[in-house]
């Protein structure tokens, strides 16, 4: 059958990269990826900083989310299904070799994200049951008798494909620049899913602007950053802390985004520490020495923090004695007011949510429609959690299919 296929996979991000690889290993399935941008996998070539950060030792103990009620427990599940060793075999299998930094996150040794995509393409094109369509936009899908009809935008033409399996890989609606405008979810929809609430993940935060309105610019390393949501203690990270004219950014805060992108309707409250390493008491025996030694309160957290960080310190301190400046130092709070959107952010928050999938992820309201990926209501924290996902959840899907097809040889 002219442009029939067994499968279409839409979308050549990760996990549609992940599924059409996998699936290249059995030739009798014709298999097509269709993907909007020029080039496969362009956003794949820009994670960690363009190093690659593929996943993290981390992973398989926690270090996901879920907007929906279990779909936690689900996204665990399919990590430990296909599991940080399964992807760094697979990877391997591709010819790349991975090494962890000493923060458990794991790179090629290549150092080069884009090298990873290399490795996909190079894959893809050597296979001779995958057909790789780029510049084509999936418009929509609809379900005629025992296949699945896909409208195309092919380089300003229209273009009709069949298939009897689609694959969603669509991604979510983070950072669009990427081709990721959420168009997937209404071809989710049209087949009656539902969609979570959506965040930005990964993400700056827009915080009280009054009290940091001096700070712009400084950067203050190794702070210890706790979020507090309803007055509960939801995280804790370490890292660089950067005030900016909307709020604050840098790693510690990235991650901490992670856990508060879906409650900030409800007061989140950043308490920050901006010296982690050193006791309130040392840093109140030292300051009440400053103090009886004769110096001007406007210096007692000279040499101790950044100057200008220490005056807002000192504003801020409810009265000018060693407890209540040590307090500050130590405990320095900022309510989240939201952040800087989908465009900024990495990683969507929310999705299709799993229930509405069986184990393999295929739809439980169209049987042949299966999902991998962002597209589905799972992220996870910073530090290669995310590709992780992409690639177990598309591993999910490849075996099924695989198995299929199998069964129908
Ligand atoms: C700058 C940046 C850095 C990141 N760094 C890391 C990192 O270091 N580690 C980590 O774990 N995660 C990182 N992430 C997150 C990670 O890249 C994503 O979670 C992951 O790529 C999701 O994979 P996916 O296959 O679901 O979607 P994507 O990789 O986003 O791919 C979706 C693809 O579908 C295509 N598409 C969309 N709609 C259509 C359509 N209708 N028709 C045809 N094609 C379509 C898009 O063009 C896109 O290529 C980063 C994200 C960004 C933006």
Redesign the pocket.
Known sequence: MKNGFEIAV???????LTCAVKLAKNKQLKVLV????ER?????S???NGQ????NERVGHGGYFSVSSHGEKRAEEIVEKYSKADFLSFLESLGALCEADEKGRVYPTSRQ?SSITDLFRYRLERAENVFVCTK????SVERKNEEFVLR?LVEGETKTFYAKNVVL????T??KN????G??YK?AKAFGHTLTPLYPS?VQLKTEKEKIKTLKGIRVNDACVVAFSCGKEISREIGDVIFTDYGVSGDAIFRTSAFVADKIDQGTILEIDFLPNVSKERLISVIAKKLESGANPKEVLCGIVNNQLGRVILSCAACATPEAIACEVKSFTLPVLGSLGFDYA??TKGGVPLCETDENLQSKKQKGLYF????LDAD?EC????????YSS?SVVAEALLQQGAKKQ
């Open positions: 839409i979308g050549g991000g990760a996990s549609g269709l993907e909007r941008g496969l996998g362009r956003k794949l820009a994670t960690g690659g950060n593929l996943t994200a084509a936009l999936v418009e195309c890989c669509t991604g979510g983070a950072a990427f081709g990721t405008d168009n997937g071809i990964l990495q990683v991998a990926g962002e597209i996870g530090g290669g959690f995310n590709l992780q996902f992409a598309a």
